[in-house]
């Protein structure tokens, strides 16, 4: 799959990044996503990061949310 960089700072900063790292602009995506999750891993626990997201995009818990979902749910949703 192709990706398509339309924005001149992430282009020149990917560009760099390659040219110091002596390898490909693919290879130095690859390098810098790999790099990027890692820390962002290192720095957040599961429900960190749960918590972050929820609060990014407004999503309350409430008591049904915090329930597991039924065997059947899960069923529907894989076509069963």
């Known amino acids: 799959m192709a990706i398509n960089v339309n ?10 990044f390659a040219q110091v790292e002596g ?5 130095a995506i690859v390098i810098a996503m790999k790099e990027a ?7 957040e626990t599961p429900s960190q990061t749960a918590r ?5 995009y407004g999503v309350t818990l409430n008591e049904q949310a915090r329930q597991p ?12």
């Open 69 to 80: 979902l039924s065997r059947e749910t899960f069923n529907s949703l894989w076509g069963e």
């Open 23 to 27: 390898v490909s602009i693919t290879d």
């Open 7 to 16: 924005n001149p700072e992430a282009d020149q900063l990917t560009r760099k």
């Open 37 to 43: 999750l890692a820390r962002r891993s290192a720095n």
């Open 52 to 56: 972050r997201l929820r609060e990014q």
